[in-house]
């Protein structure tokens, strides 16, 4: 494959990207969800889910600092994502009762900071079903 074919793949926005990944991690926050329902702290979430990605065998790390730079000059601020799985996918849980643009714009932060493609971010706080949202940049 030349180099121009092979930019032109990465740059197909039909492309989905990661989905077998995504699949899996969507997969361990509904179980979640079904196993607790909505009503606990973020922070009971955030260790169920964890739990349910080592039970699943899935590759993740938790409260992942990141760095920002701005001109090549480290700022003092750091993000921190609750979860970074398969070293690619940034992963925000919530317990709120709705998701807001704000909540999806601190995913699409996070992966302008990092250079991953995409992220997911579960609201555990609405009720009868998972509310979640894949964002890729």
Request: charged share 25%.
């Amino acid at each position: 494959m030349d180099n121009y074919t092979e930019r032109k793949h990465l740059e197909d926005p039909t492309k989905v990207y990661l989905h077998d990944e995504t699949y899996e991690v969507v997969g361990a926050a509904m179980e979640v969800y079904y196993k607790l329902g909505p009503g606990f702290l973020e922070s009971v979430y955030q260790q169920a889910f964890a739990i349910e990605l080592e039970l699943r065998g899935i590759p993740f790390r938790r409260e992942e600092r990141f760095t920002i730079s701005y001109k090549g000059r480290l700022l003092d601020k750091e993000y921190v994502a609750d979860f970074f799985c398969y070293e690619q996918i940034i992963v925000e849980l919530k317990a709120v009762g709705q998701l807001s643009p704000i909540d999806w714009a601190q995913v699409i932060n996070y992966l302008k900071v990092t250079g991953c493609r995409v992220g997911l971010i579960f609201n555990y706080g609405s009720h009868g079903r998972l509310e979640w949202k894949k964002l890729v940049i």
